[in-house]
């Protein structure tokens, strides 16, 4: 039935609570606070003040760096302030706060861009902001700038969504799987691309019936179902199960011919060949045993996460932990006064119950985290190196070539957080290299 599959990951809770839930478009909110950061990459430069007037769709935040992505207002208002101010990541990031005022005035400016050739293409794929809506948030423009050299034969098209709860690349197929078509058709053209897969795990049978029925309008186009497995829809995952192609450490995608793209970007790029309009929304997936109300939901983009969750009904207990992101690899946040960002696709309000965290243990030696490790990584000996401090060490047994995916955690009958500590050791090796150790 399935060809080829990854070694190691985890069989996770399916918890796809919001399936059925249609998506349902947000109110626009008193105060958006949009950050210049939304993307791998240099964070933008802000190109309006206090007291300026701005409209639907204005670019408010560039930069002349290649990995960025211009920020654009996703509401019309005046900007009441703009100053550094908390950032999901827990950090605080240069933020633009716009006071709407209700009227939603489209910017001036916007448009159908006109593409003609593989620089346009990029060109306009730049302006649309867009980054990877998957939860990376890595610059699409990037992404689809083939390096010279370099022949890109496949375009997959990553529907996997395997991290429980979240259901908002599924509403996608299932709301507008032309749109996904058009945007699958438009890449191809630009980029000359002979072949596109579209990945969708077999727990999903009623988005792989709902592609395969609209892919069939092109033998260039297939649906490929795929084992359930956790993390399936992680990039290196995903190009060996749907091609075999193994992408070997420190290379990229392109290096064995092919470009992955979440299902909601391709999706919104045939949105902004249709009409200009960058990416200013966002489908979120609210859950979690706190809400009242778990549903899919639209949101301007810079939508403070109180606003949203009081959209859904609030809260029926004060929640004790709130992730923006999956329960494997999203962030815990600190306040609800953050906001929704370009790449945010899921925000979960956990009850204590659900929240609750059992104490470490000693490590007894059960290789269960080697096992589950998709990247054939040594998680323990990378956890006990980050906690030593020792560079020379993390490096040694690859701390790089970590993904984040959680497994190791999840599987641990100790229940030692060895995914949190070595993102502290990525961390480490950051400081160091900016150190010059």
Request: aromatic share 6%.
């Amino acid at each position: 039935m399935f060809k080829r599959f990854f070694k190691g990951g985890v069989a996770v809770p399916y918890e796809k609570n919001t399936a059925n839930c249609e998506t349902i478009k947000m109110d626009v909110p008193k105060k958006v606070i949009i950050p210049m950061l939304q993307h791998i990459g240099a964070p933008c430069k802000p190109c309006v003040a206090k007291g300026d007037v701005v409209k639907v769709g204005q670019v408010i935040g560039d930069s002349d760096e290649f990995i960025s992505a211009p920020v654009h207002s996703s509401v019309s208002g005046t900007v009441t302030s703009v100053e550094p101010l908390l950032y999901p990541g827990g950090v605080f990031v240069n933020s633009v706060v716009i006071e709407t005022d209700g009227k939603q005035e489209i910017f001036e400016k916007i448009a159908p861009p006109r593409i003609s050739n593989t620089k346009d293409f990029i060109k306009a794929i730049r302006e649309s902001g867009l980054v990877g809506l998957g939860g990376a948030g890595f610059p699409a423009h990037v992404k689809l700038s083939v390096p010279p050299g370099k022949k890109i034969d496949t375009l997959i098209i990553n529907a996997a969504e395997c991290e429980p709860y979240i259901t908002s690349d599924y509403r996608e197929i299932i709301e507008n799987s032309w749109n996904v078509i058009g945007g699958i058709n438009t890449v191809m053209e630009f980029l000359n691309i002979e072949k596109v897969i579209i990945g969708i795990e077999d727990n999903k049978p009623e988005a792989i019936h709902e592609m395969t029925k609209v892919a069939d309008t092109s033998d260039r186009i297939s649906v490929m179902k795929l084992k359930s497995r956790y993390p399936q829809g992680a990039e290196k995952m995903l190009i060996y199960a749907t091609t075999g192609r193994k992408v070997p450490p420190g290379k990229l995608p392109a290096d064995v011919g092919v470009i992955v793209m979440n299902v909601n970007s391709v999706s919104f790029v045939a949105e902004y060949a249709k009409t200009g309009m960058p990416l200013i929304k966002k489908r979120v997936t609210i859950d979690g045993g706190a809400v009242n109300k778990p549903c899919n939901v639209e949101v301007p983009i810079g939508t403070s996460l109180k606003d949203v969750f009081d959209f859904c009904g609030g809260f029926k207990e004060t929640p004790k932990k709130v992730l923006m992101g999956g329960p494997m690899m999203g962030i815990a946040q600190f306040s609800l006064e953050t906001s929704v960002v370009k790449h945010t696709n899921a925000l979960l309000a956990f009850t204590e119950e659900e929240s609750n965290l059992p104490p470490e243990g000693p490590c007894i030696r059960c290789g269960r985290c080697v096992r589950a490790c998709p990247m054939n990584l040594l998680p323990l000996k990378l956890s006990k190196s980050s906690l030593r401090e020792n560079i020379e060490e993390l490096n040694k047994y690859h701390v790089n070539d970590c993904i984040e995916c959680g497994s190791c955690s999840y599987v641990c009958p100790s229940k030692i957080h060895l995914v949190q500590s070595i993102r502290l050791g990525k961390a480490q090796i950051r400081a160091a290299m900016k150190g010059g150790k």
